[in-house]
């Protein structure tokens, strides 16, 4: 059964950091690009950044260019998406998802909150 | 950047009624759009994708239809497990919604 586990979500002030991490099992982690999707509450997903298989190609949204980081260990299964210079327009549930064929979003982790708050 | 529009933003329907809801792309994406359900509190779980092939375990009622820059999603018979927020999605972007209720 395919799992993704997100952790890492909490409450921090204006421009501090926070490191996410989704630990993936019951498929191949290392054959499937990956992704971060944001959703605040009441709103739509809202795509952030992906990562190849492999880890070699990454790309972001325009609003956390220069601020996140996405990376993964494929030997540990897990993806992380670290944060930095966290603004209040941040705050969200993350999640990872997989993707699937056709550039579909097949399987999401159960999200993490994160709330910049000062 | 793909635009993408649904509609409506939200209905009210009764126990067997049939709903259709659009998604319109601001350019020809052929078949690859994909569909969400996501219900209250819940994560969103992939219904449909490339426009019409539903995924293992969903419920046939559910069906998808379009190409090019029309899309539908459409439920034969509402049930009340579908009260949710209904997505459409192409690559890296999200449709703004339709939230689905009974009457």
């Known amino acids: 059964e395919v799992q993704l586990v997100d952790s890492g979500g909490g409450l921090v002030q204006p421009g501090g950091s926070l490191r996410l991490s989704c630990e993936a099992s019951?498929?191949?982690?290392?054959?499937?690009?990956m992704h971060w999707v944001r959703q605040v509450p009441g709103k739509g997903p809202v795509w952030v950044s992906r990562i190849k298989y492999d880890g070699t190609y990454t790309n972001y949204a325009d609003s956390v260019k220069g601020r996140f980081t996405i990376s993964r260990d494929n030997a540990k299964n897990t993806l992380y998406l670290q944060m930095n210079s966290l603004r209040d327009e941040d705050t969200a549930v993350y999640y990872c998802a997989r993707e699937g064929a056709g550039y579909t979003f097949d399987y999401w982790g159960q999200g993490t909150l994160v709330t910049v708050s000062s | 950047d793909i635009q993408m529009t649904q509609s409506p933003s939200s209905l009210s329907a009764s126990v067997g009624d049939r709903v259709t809801i659009t998604c319109r792309t601001s350019q020809d994406i052929n078949i690859y759009l994909a569909w969400y359900q996501q219900k209250p509190g819940k994560v969103p779980k992939l219904l449909i994708s490339?426009?019409?092939t539903l995924q293992s375990g969903v419920p046939s009622r559910f069906s998808g239809s379009g190409s090019g820059t029309n899309f539908t999603l459409t439920i034969t018979s509402l049930q009340p497990e579908d009260v949710a927020t209904y997505y459409c999605?192409?690559?890296?972007?999200f449709g703004p919604g339709t939230k689905v209720d009974i009457k």
């Open positions: 999605q192409k690559s890296i972007t």
């Open positions: 019951g498929f191949t982690f290392s054959s499937y690009w």
């Open positions: 490339a426009a019409s």
